[in-house]
């Protein structure tokens, strides 16, 4: 099976990238993971000014997945634009690289494109909007309310011509408005989802089993959390999407395909096995051959719900439409 996608004038080499928030900017993996295995990655997210992070504990595992607060910790736009792109340059140039951009305010976001405009070895931007607003707003996320996403999307587009994605919640109560606003303002993609707002006790001391309180889920639970939100994204853009949450395996990774997504990336599943991507890739490309696959693209969109058939993916992913008896169902 083919297993590159072509997107937003790039070439990935299969379909699998590193999330957001779980692989540093590469080099803090790079003897660890086989880079050369995934298609891509996303960088941890970039701030206007360093961050030093959350309190301890960070981190905690839960039956189901994985709860954490780390709080953004990073070195900054200016340390990230000194010292961090050079190494993507120097060592990643083969493999696209997105850089994860965060803030509190809109012209937070501004600036910190702007500053790492002006570097190199990275192809593009994902805009992390999960983050709170500025507190004279209420702290209400930006990645719920269409008018900020609207604002922190037209702005940062103004001043960076590389592909964008924008990251969206897993909790926001309609999916439409928030994609709307993001495509009317020359989004190239859309990530679904990140983590869900979360908390969980310890027993023994009844506080929090994180530092900060509460945190993001991730981990196993997400999986069909974003599967359906990818599904009914493919509803209401044709904008690439990529798929995020809960991806431990190949199988994992056809369910977001299935759905509609262009791209898959794995994040929590590398704290366990850092090499999960490079495996995710490799299991996904044995249920290509074994099911008579041509291409990848012949799998974006082809999952069926009920008895509504499903759009072609053709204008989405210039691919052939693929039989839905060659590919099975996605589960619901």
């Not at 070895?121 to 309310?145: H, I, R, T, W």
């Amino acid at each position: 099976m083919d297993q590159t996608v072509e997107r937003f004038g790039i070439r990935f080499g299969n379909p699998i990238l590193l999330a957001a928030g779980t692989c540093g900017f590469g080099e803090e993996v790079a003897e660890v993971v086989d880079l050369d295995r995934v298609g891509g990655l996303v960088t941890k997210s970039v701030t206007l000014e360093p961050r030093v992070g959350n309190p301890a504990p960070r981190v905690a595992e839960f039956r189901a997945g994985m709860l954490n607060s780390v709080g953004l910790a990073n070195p900054g736009a200016f340390a990230v634009l000194r010292e961090k792109l050079p190494w993507i340059r120097d060592h990643l140039a083969e493999l696209p690289v997105f850089l994860s951009v965060a803030g509190n305010t809109l012209d937070q976001y501004v600036r910190t494109v702007e500053i790492l405009e002006g570097g190199t070895g990275f192809v593009g931007f994902e805009l992390n909007l999960s983050c709170p607003n500025d507190a004279k707003q209420g702290a209400f996320p930006f990645a719920l309310d269409p008018d900020a996403i609207q604002q922190v999307v037209g702005r940062v587009r103004s001043v960076t011509p590389r592909p964008l994605l924008v990251k969206l919640a897993p909790n926001a109560p309609v999916l439409e408005p928030v994609i709307q606003a993001a495509e009317s303002e020359g989004a190239d993609g859309l990530t679904l989802v990140n983590t869900l707002p979360a908390l969980a006790f310890d027993p023994e001391t009844r506080r929090p089993v994180l530092g900060a309180g509460s945190g993001g889920m991730s981990g196993p639970a997400l999986l069909p959390i974003g599967v359906h939100a990818v599904w009914s994204a493919s509803r209401l853009t044709r904008l690439p999407l990529v798929g995020a949450g809960g991806v431990a395996s190949g199988e994992d990774a056809l369910q977001y395909l299935l759905a509609g997504a262009s791209l898959v990336q794995v994040g929590t599943a590398s704290f366990w096995d850092p090499r999960a991507a490079g495996r995710v890739a490799e299991e996904l490309q044995r249920y290509g051959v074994s099911h008579g696959i041509r291409s990848v693209a012949e799998l974006v969109g082809a999952g069926e719900v009920g008895s509504e058939p499903t759009p072609s993916s053709r204008s989405r992913d210039e691919g052939p439409d693929a039989s839905l008896e060659q590919v099975g169902h996605a589960r619901g």
